[in-house]
């Protein structure tokens, strides 16, 4: 019977003597749940974001009996119940294993890995393979179970949009027509690094595993969660220890820098290769039926990241008529895969809109992010959810995300516009990247507070 773990439950050691580093992580799990104030919190980890209709039925379900109801969707692409009983013991485990979604208790946290939503559906590779693969060899590694539950793989389908994340471990597929590429290979980043190494495609995700053990024996006895946290000659010398143990020549290196900003599937259609993106276009446009019917999927954004019962159903049903698949993204929406009809893409966009979902970039709700904030963490200054929308307007050019404190919990990457509350006010600042523009603090007004965001966005 697997149980619920109290928030001080170490994480196994791992067969090589690798220290544990849960002492000072508190990043919850299925297992091991965090207390916050409108009850215990589990984070279940969904590798990819990809959810089969009867997995997402298992989850609100859980939602359902032992939480609020609702399911938050994280940066991460996975999904987090709140207001769970703190005694609810080993019933949403149960639950969850039942549905496939706790393959290994001693690993249920280190499985993070993100992957591009769209990958396979307009033109770019499947990653399928791989990502199964990579759950597979990080669930079957002894030593995997010491990583941090902060500890982050990517899947890029080489469009760059999760690579843009910050990962610890990247992979990001080439294709035939990339230069210097052979088909079928991929690349791999450790960190933050501007060189990426070249590999066979087949190869990746034990190279991934493979990484990763490198950066735990890096980390020693530093305690490092991630591989932005080890000591700088530590992290510097981290790529070439990785080459070492993956094969890899050092004249395959790549210079590849990691871009700068992660692109969220835009709400819509998505349309086959066929359809290209003037079929988006018209589309969106209302233009006429064929360009709908090239939708090889359908992309929904989550207003906050938060969906009631029935608009989790909805999407429930919709991928079960369709593709039997969800894929939730690391920007706190949803893709439903295909295929679809003439009409039923449009059918879908038209019923999911009317639940309160984004199905259109000109949502105001589009770009707008928030953490918990006040009443359910303690840390909160203020009701940011509240305050963000009250502050909704037409939508911006650029992302904002409201923080109830300064630790920022689940901001984007790239360039965007935060927004912290403080004890003096709401101090707003336009971050690119490791950039931040000096910052601009506004009293608790909130007509005044909403001008100055807009202001910023725009």
Not at 410 to 420: L, N, R, S, T, Y
């Amino acid at each position: 019977m697997l149980a619920a773990m109290p928030d001080s439950a170490p994480s196994p050691l791992s067969a090589g003597g690798t220290p544990s580093r849960s002492g000072g992580d508190a990043c919850p799990g299925s297992l091991r749940l965090h207390r916050a104030d409108d009850g215990a919190l589990a984070r279940v980890r969904v590798p990819g974001g990809v959810l089969s209709a009867d997995a997402a039925d298992a989850l609100l379900a859980v939602a359902d009996r032992f939480g609020d109801g609702e399911l938050h969707l994280t940066s991460r692409g996975n999904v987090q119940l709140r207001g769970l009983d703190a005694e609810c013991g080993g019933g949403p485990a149960e639950l969850l294993a039942a549905a496939g979604l706790l393959p290994s208790a001693a690993h249920e946290r280190a499985r993070n890995i993100v992957a591009s939503p769209l990958a396979g559906l307009d033109g770019s590779p499947s990653l399928r393979g791989r990502l199964s693969a990579l759950d597979r060899l990080v669930c079957g590694s002894a030593a995997a179970a010491a990583l941090s539950g902060r500890f982050l793989f990517a899947l890029d389908d080489g469009r760059g949009d999760v690579d843009a994340l910050g990962a610890d471990v990247t992979l990001i597929a080439e294709g035939p027509g990339a230069a210097g590429a052979v088909g079928g290979s991929c690349l791999l980043r450790v960190g933050a690094a501007d060189e990426v190494f070249r590999l066979p495609a087949a190869d990746g995700p034990r190279a991934a595993l493979l990484a990763a053990e490198a950066f735990l024996r890096a980390a020693g006895e530093s305690g490092a969660w991630r591989v932005k946290d080890l000591p700088d000659a530590v992290r510097a010398a981290l790529p070439g220890e990785v080459a070492r143990v993956v094969g890899a020549a050092a004249d395959e290196a790549v210079p590849r820098p990691r871009p700068r900003t992660a692109e969220a599937p835009e709400p819509g259609p998505v349309t086959a290769p066929a359809g290209g993106a003037e079929a988006t276009a018209a589309a969106r446009a209302g233009s006429g039926a064929d360009p709908v019917a090239a939708a090889r999927a359908i992309s929904v954004g989550v207003p906050l990241g938060r969906l009631t019962p029935r608009q989790w159903r909805l999407l429930t049903e919709t991928a079960r008529r369709h593709g039997n698949e969800l894929r939730l993204t690391p920007w706190r929406g949803i893709v439903v895969p295909g295929p679809f009809g003439p009409d039923g893409a449009a059918e879908a966009l038209s019923t999911l809109a009317a639940a309160g979902l984004i199905t259109g970039p000109d949502s105001p709700w589009t770009g707008v992010g928030a953490c918990i904030g006040r009443p359910g963490c303690a840390k909160s200054l203020a009701d940011v959810r509240a305050e963000a929308g009250a502050a909704v307007g037409p939508a911006g050019r650029l992302p904002v995300y409201w923080s109830g404190c300064e630790r920022r919990c689940g901001h984007p990457h790239g360039e965007w516009i935060d927004v912290v509350a403080t004890s003096e006010g709401h101090r707003i600042s336009h971050v690119r990247g490791e950039l931040r523009d000096p910052p601009k603090t506004v009293r608790d007004h909130p007509a005044a507070l909403a001008a100055a965001v807009a202001a910023a966005r725009a």
